[in-house]
């Protein structure tokens, strides 16, 4: 059974950092694509960034320049280094992996930017 674990949610002040964390079991994520999206109240959920199997990496732009996605060695481990966060980067996040004919996600971890 595969299962996406999210952690690393919580409040964070204008300005400030947070780490998210996925932990991915119940298979073999190493031809996965994994990636990291995000739903505020009231708006679709959007792509924040990705990171194929390969390393190569894919983000918005509205968090270019301040967010870093990077796989663990083992390949089943997926972060997001959230950096100069603002308010509009509340949202749930949501882990995801795919590849063809295959797609999982996490139950996703509430950030808050708040001053």
């Known amino acids: 059974q595969v299962q996406l674990v999210e952690s690393g949610g919580g409040s964070v002040q204008p300005g400030g950092s947070l780490r998210l964390s996925c932990a991915a079991s119940g298979g073999i994520f190493s031809f996965y694509t994994m990636g990291w999206y995000r739903q505020a109240p009231g708006k679709q959920r959007e792509l924040v960034a990705t990171?194929?199997?390969?390393?190569?990496?894919n983000y918005a732009d509205s968090v270019k320049g301040r967010f870093t996605i990077s796989r663990g060695n083992n390949k089943n481990t997926v972060y997001l280094q959230m950096n100069s966060v603002k308010p509009e980067d509340t949202a749930v996040y949501y882990c995801?992996?795919?590849?063809?004919?295959?797609?999982?996600w996490g139950q996703g971890t509430q950030v808050t930017v708040s001053s």
């Open positions: 990171i194929s199997s390969g390393g190569t990496t």
């Open positions: 995801n992996a795919g590849r063809v004919g295959s797609v999982y």
